[in-house]
């Protein structure tokens, strides 16, 4: 996994128990953060163009981030993957809404 860890921050997780999304809402955060690799993977093309690079790697190193560049990428994937694979999880076990009978409706 490409996620940096905090130091202290098992301690804070531990305290939330459970999140809920709607499943639209997950499917909009997934769609986005697709959208971010998307355009990070782009602008990275594997450290072929340090030009357009670099300003985003002084840009990480700046805010004080703990990512370059392809870890950043890496990171995305990994949430990505994550919330692809809890929605699906969470969808496949639910079952569709049974209509109810018409009571004019005919039998055959």
């Known amino acids: 996994m490409t996620l940096i860890s905090q130091p202290g921050s098992d301690y804070q997780i531990t305290q ?46 700046h805010t004080g981030s703990r990512y370059t560049l392809p870890t950043l990428i890496g990171a995305l994937d990994d949430v990505i993957n994550q919330l692809t694979w809890t929605m699906r999880g969470a969808v496949s076990s639910i079952s569709p809404p049974r209509s109810k009978p018409d009571p004019g409706a005919v039998s055959f």
């Open 16 to 61: 939330i128990t459970q999140i809920t999304l709607d499943a639209g809402h997950t499917r909009d955060i997934i769609h986005l953060l697709l959208d971010v690799h998307a355009v990070l993977d782009q602008l990275y093309l594997d450290g072929t163009q340090p030009k357009i690079t670099g300003p985003a790697e002084e840009f990480l190193r």
